[in-house]
């Protein structure tokens, strides 16, 4: 969302009661939205190419009724947006339909990845239900992956990159967005019928205008808290998660010849560097995580900056093992939100 990436505020959100028609997304006054979601056999599951004909997104009503939270809260957004989640035993599965009567005012630019730019559409899983963290993965209507983790009241963190799959594609009054997201990726629990908190978003770029499923308020406690729930969950597998990212750093250097010197006599030195970073999943709540020779160099390269100030440049932290667990030491001061 847009507004959790503004530095100098903190915004706090309360809860706002949904009513909807559809069938899937029953709300009362005392609780919150509700989604009901369907298991499908895992040989039905849909090619992930961003076109949305596969048979099994045949098998559910479209949930929308989408409420506008920015800039004007509570009212009817002036683009109707629809949202379809299945599952199997290995992975999320989303569909969203961002339906624009003027489609030739669709923006789509290009960008890096974790860069809010251009018309976006977005999906997020408290998975624990514990109204503490977010797994949240979006997409713009160019293609852009965005996934970042939330945190109450509107923290962002936007250096987690998980393992997952998203394509845009266009219809003739809509783009659409297609998702696969491991199971692996998120945390949960062994229970075997799961609740989660959902949450999932659009942005109009032309127009300024955020849009949610579950409506958002400027006024409560924290956005997690204004999660809906999506229901129908259950049996899921353990959640058993290995992974291994190893690297290897290779540089030469060269430098003018000294045939005396044993040491610089051939003119260049080849020099080489390895390590690894893994992550094990022991059970439903507690993961391993470890590193071997962690390098700046395994990692993306920092954008370019023009420093003519007196202070120094600060870059962030993108090494996989110093980012896991980062929001646990995130306090916030002063109404700004922190940079680790």
């Known amino acids: 969302m847009k507004l959790r990436l503004l530095p100098a505020f903190l915004f706090l959100f309360h809860f706002h009661e ?21 298991r499908i056999p895992f040989t039905e599951r849909p090619v992930i190419d961003g076109k949305l004909n596969d048979a099994c997104w045949k098998t559910l009503s479209w949930s929308g009724n989408y409420t506008q939270w920015i800039p004007n809260e509570g009212a009817q957004p002036s683009q109707p947006t629809q949202l379809k989640i299945l599952y199997d035993d290995k992975n999320i599965y989303v569909a969203i339909r961002a339906i624009d009567h003027e489609p030739e005012k669709i923006i789509r630019k290009a960008g890096r990845r974790d860069e809010f730019i251009g ?13 503490r963290t977010g797994f949240e993965f979006d997409v713009s209507a160019a293609g852009q992956k965005t996934d970042l983790l939330i945190t109450n009241p509107a923290n962002a963190d936007n250096n987690w990159n998980a393992v997952w799959y998203v394509k845009t594609s266009n ?19 062994k229970d075997s019928l799961q609740v989660w908190g959902l949450h999932s978003w659009r942005w109009i770029d032309r127009l300024q205008q955020e849009s949610d499923w579950e409506p958002q308020s400027s006024k409560g406690p924290g956005m997690l808290y204004l999660f809906g729930e ?21 540089k030469l250097n060269t430098f003018k010849t000294e045939e005396a010197n044993p040491f610089a ?21 507690l993961t391993v995580d470890l590193t071997v020779n962690p390098d700046f160099g395994q990692v993306e390269s920092d954008p370019s900056v023009m420093n003519i100030s007196a202070f120094e440049t600060f870059y962030e932290e993108k090494r996989p093992f110093f980012l896991e667990g980062r929001n646990i030491f995130n306090f916030d001061f002063d109404n700004f939100l922190p940079v680790l």
């Open 265 to 285: 006599n051939k003119g260049r030195r080849w020099l080489g560097k390895a390590g690894l970073d893994a992550k094990i999943g022991l059970t439903s709540n």
């Open 18 to 38: 949904a009513f909807s028609q559809n069938k899937l997304t029953n709300s009362t006054t005392s609780g919150p939205r509700i989604y009901q979601t369907h």
């Open 230 to 250: 999506l229901h129908g969950i259950h049996g899921l597998p353990r959640s058993r998660r290995f992974e291994m990212l190893p690297y290897t750093v290779g």
């Open 171 to 189: 219809e003739d009054s809509a783009w659409t967005a297609e998702f696969r997201i491991p199971l692996s990726q998120l945390r949960y629990s």
């Open 119 to 131: 018309d976006m559409v977005g999906i997020c899983f408290d998975s624990y239900h514990d109204r």
